[in-house]
């Protein structure tokens, strides 16, 4: 088993910046390839990244590229969603995500609002 607990997140202006933590207890985390999702307001939750076993970011959903990164910390359990240039657009709740085999580990989501 995997526990997640996000970390992070708040109100900023447009034009800011966030960085999201996911902190990971439970199993061998740095086994696992580690996603970011965001859930607007009656949205759907929609990936934002992957970052693979290696450290290597694998995917940048296309509204995010350039302004997001995508990074983990294994020695420390942790990961990280680095946000840059932040639009309203990106408001919602963001969640880190772990699948081991077909089970899937999701955290408490941490809320970001952009806003002037």
């Known amino acids: 088993q995997v526990q997640l607990v996000e970390s992070g997140g708040g109100l900023v202006r447009p034009g800011g910046s966030l960085r999201l933590s996911c902190t990971a207890s439970?199993?061998?985390?740095?086994?696992?390839?580690v996603s970011w999702y965001r859930q607007g307001q009656g949205q759907a939750r929609e990936v934002v990244a992957h970052?693979?076993?290696?450290?290597?970011?694998?995917y940048y959903a296309a509204h995010v590229k350039g302004r997001f990164t995508i990074s983990r910390e294994k020695a420390k359990n942790m990961a990280f969603l680095q946000m840059n240039s932040l639009d309203p657009d990106i408001t919602g709740v963001y969640y880190c995500?772990?699948?081991?085999?077909?089970?899937?580990?999701w955290g408490q989501g941490t809320q970001v609002a952009v806003s002037s």
């Open positions: 995500m772990v699948a081991v085999g077909w089970d899937e580990y």
């Open positions: 439970g199993s061998t985390f740095s086994s696992y390839v």
């Open positions: 970052i693979n076993t290696g450290g290597s970011p694998v």
